[in-house]
């Protein structure tokens, strides 16, 4: 039976896709899962697993070529199905919804009516999609101890993984197999560095964790072609710039106490969790906890009006000496500050050593920047695409402040800066955000639970 | 009758004898004695004609006495000569419990070293020769709770001779078992010279990787049988040979299952408190996080005996294609 494969949608927002390279040509075999395509789209490089075991009959879509999602790309041979009944032409989309849909899947809209299906489908996206084996928790409930192990070893999400063993359980040598894959068989892959650099095969993960920069080899006299990644960070910021109209505001804040804070629980943060302990995750409490109490600064700017978005996910800048990537703390108003902190150093950890997937990738909502690290104390952040602010954590700086009682002290002092979508919010809005967070900020202190 | 001259292929009962054989030419502090171990050379021929050139200072027939024989034996032991005694069947050696776990056991612990107990107690088990309630036991799961105890249980005529020239040497009690089905059943070449095989250390028997099957005496020829049928069907299953059941190779077993992922351990003893607990919670305190399947037990049931009618000993008994199904279903869960 031939089977068409589609292109497929790699994010909420993705509407096309290139096909970087062909892994396989005419004639190759290919098994299910097995990574056959290497898909560029916005800001992710996936390789994309087959959804059926077969032989590839033709390739539809040229290197290079941009095609919408949906587009067919490849038909594939099906091995062993050619005698079952009614034989049927089928079209699957590899790892994606067939229909793109309206809106954010990851967190439902005001606009899309809650008993519109895709609504109602709980942190669906398009890659776990088609191999889904039941809900996260069902996958887990039957996970043994091995499978979880390995899993976490070479960080592949189970519930991605189409099991082969009894009942469809997930085996050990199932994650195996996922994980020499390469992480794109499980989740969809890579982050957007090296578009054009050579594939690595598939068992020749992991990448190194300097992986190709967007930079190419910036050699003077020279223009240093683009490629893929370098383009679409460069559209992305133009798309934002452009359309977002951006205003800017900024707040000081007193953090000695928060500091204190998180002086007095690092060591045993990283006793107990082998990760430190920063202002992050402190900082992104405060910032959902704000959120809450202005959700328009949760929203974007769409034709029909202000969607204001259901779920809190927090995007969190990481600059990587290749590129930029901002992965997405999914339900951050869910997590409390330690969970926020180990989940924001999973992803910080995954960024470094390019192991992001496409599902760490989308869905955010807002954007928090930790823009501090290098000592500055002031930026003016491009908003994230389709979202109503970004925020930024500045160094934290000692410094002579005046306190209340007119007597001068030594202060930790932070600025912490907002850039907004001036079409979505105003300034009364985008201020009173900025002064609550403040002050949830200077609120917290060593009496605090984390 | 001639002693099965070595360097040949033996059965079990033959490497046993001519390892017994050996042993009381070697050194003459080694003595056997046991019910019809004299004149009637053992129920099994295994000491035919040994009183005959030893004579019944060393090749004592005994009465139907349990407790003297072991009781007899460790006084033997203490005072510096190599029992060998004999338990006819495993069967009857409750009346010996007192001796053996009370007093041989104890030996050396109690003495402060002074004293130890360089006993062997041999004794026929298991079922599977329609021996029906009183000569089908096994009894090893008894006497493993009990430090200060060695527990063997070869196979192979090899392990049989190597394992119990080990025991004889062996400074404290060890109790040798002796699949009485394996006797004639399982036949291999044996090496001419003497040589041992370490107490506590188990045999890979066959290298696999999908499933790893533990299992001793009797069992570990079927296991091995079953395990190259399902390699013919392409599945991969390692199997161990326990051998000694008392100390037990933590380290060959944890390093097979590490590598397979999953456990099935099979042995006729039942399963309630049998030895396929103890390596059940080993493995779940040692290697929980390297298991992809609850680890399972295949033994005897929760029945006071073996059934003489044929239905109920095959009932008990665990043949191989229940085997093979099993490590089917392991290797497929």
């Known amino acids: 039976m031939a089977t068409t494969i589609t292109m497929p949608q790699l994010g909420e927002t993705v509407t096309e896709g290139t096909v970087a390279q062909w892994l396989k040509k005419p004639g190759d075999n290919v098994e299910k899962y097995e990574a056959f395509v290497e898909v560029s789209t916005d800001k992710v490089n996936a390789e994309v697993p087959a959804p059926v075991t077969g032989t590839i009959r033709e390739l539809l879509v040229k290197e290079g070529e941009t095609v919408a999602t949906g587009t067919a790309i490849a038909i594939i041979d099906e091995v062993g199905v050619a005698s079952k009944p009614a034989p049927v032409e089928k079209e699957v989309g590899v790892g994606a919804s067939k229909t793109p849909v309206p809106g954010e899947t990851n967190a439902p809209s005001t606009f899309v009516p809650t008993d519109h299906p895709q609504a109602a489908a709980p942190q669906s996206n398009g890659t776990s999609h088609a191999v889904h084996n039941g809900s996260s928790e069902q996958v887990l409930r039957g996970a043994s101890p091995a499978v979880r192990k390995l899993a976490r070893e070479h960080h592949i999400d189970i519930a991605t993984i189409k099991g082969s063993g009894a009942n469809g359980r997930v085996t050990a040598e199932d994650v195996l197999q996922a994980a020499a894959m390469g992480p794109a068989a499980a989740v969809g892959q890579a982050i957007a560095s090296g578009a054009t650099a050579p594939i690595s095969p598939p068992t020749a993960k992991p990448i190194p964790a300097d992986g190709k920069s967007t930079y190419g080899e910036p050699i003077p006299g020279t223009i240093v072609p683009l490629n893929q990644a370098r383009k679409i960070i460069a559209q992305r910021m133009v798309e934002s710039k452009h359309n977002a109209p951006h205003a800017w505001s900024m707040v000081e804040v007193d953090v000695t106490n928060l500091w204190k804070w998180r002086t007095r629980e690092k060591d045993a943060f990283t006793r107990d969790h082998g990760m430190s302990l920063t202002l992050l995750p402190f900082f992104i409490r405060a910032v959902v906890e704000s959120i809450a109490v202005f959700p328009l600064m949760n929203a974007r700017f769409v034709e029909q009006g202000i969607e204001v978005h259901k779920n809190v996910n927090i995007g969190i800048a990481i600059g990587l000496a290749t590129n930029l990537v901002v992965p997405v703390i999914k339900n951050a108003d869910k997590l409390s500050i330690k969970g926020l902190a180990l989940a924001g150093g999973e992803l910080i950890d995954k960024a470094r050593r390019n192991k992001l997937g496409v599902d760490d990738l989308q869905g955010g909502t807002f954007t928090v920047n930790n823009n501090g690290a290098n000592g500055s104390v002031a930026s003016a952040p491009i908003i994230n695409g389709g979202q109503a602010g970004i925020v930024t954590m500045e160094a934290v700086v000692k410094k002579p402040v005046v306190t209340k009682d007119d007597a001068i002290a030594i202060r930790s002092m932070m600025n912490v800066c907002l850039s907004l979508d001036h079409r979505v919010v105003d300034g009364y809005v985008a201020s009173g955000f900025l002064a609550d967070l403040k002050k949830r900020l200077e609120a917290m202190g060593p009496q605090g639970v984390l | ?333």
């Open chain 2, 1 to 333: 009758m001639a002693v099965a001259s070595p360097g040949k292929i033996m059965t079990n009962v033959e490497a046993v004898r001519s390892t017994l054989y050996d042993a009381l030419k070697r050194d003459e502090r080694t003595v056997i004695l046991g019910e019809d171990v004299g004149n009637r050379g053992n129920v099994f021929l295994i000491t035919k004609g040994f009183i005959d050139e030893f004579g019944p200072e060393r090749i004592i027939d005994t009465p139907i006495a349990e407790a003297s024989i072991v009781g007899i034996a460790i006084g033997m032991a203490m005072e510096g000569l190599r029992p060998i005694a004999e338990i006819q069947f495993a069967d009857f050696i409750y009346p010996a419990f007192n001796q053996i776990v009370g007093e041989a056991a104890k030996t050396r612990y109690r003495s402060n070293g002074e004293y130890t107990c360089p006993l062997v107690i041999r004794t026929p088990y298991g079922g599977g020769v329609r021996g029906a309630l009183s000569h089908s036991v096994s009894i090893e799961a008894l006497f493993y709770h009990v430090p200060g105890l060695k527990i063997l249980a070869p196979s192979t005529p090899y392990d049989m001779k190597g394992l119990l020239n080990a025991a004889i040497e062996d400074p404290d009690p060890v109790l040798f078992l002796e699949h009485k089905r394996t006797y004639r059943l399982i036949k291999a070449e044996v090496p001419e010279e003497y040589y041992t095989i370490p107490i506590g250390k188990a045999n890979v028997t066959k290298v696999g990787s999908k499933l790893t099957v533990v299992s001793y005496g009797l069992y570990a020829h079927q296991a091995l049988d079953a395990a190259n049928r399902l390699e013919d069907d392409g599945i991969s299953v390692e199997v161990v040979d326990l051998r000694s059941v008392r100390p037990m190779d933590r380290g060959t077993i944890l390093e097979s299952v590490r590598k397979t992922r999953k456990l099935l351990i099979i042995h006729e003893d039942n399963k309630f408190g049998g030895i396929g607990a103890e390596i059940s919670a080993m493995v779940a305190e040692e290697a929980l996080f390297d298991l992809d399947a609850p680890i399972r037990r295949l033994a005897g049931p929760d029945v006071p005996a073996m059934g003489y009618a044929l239905p109920l000993e095959e009932e008990f008994m665990i043949s191989t294609e229940r085997m093979a199904d099993a490590m089917r279903d392991m290797v497929k869960f």
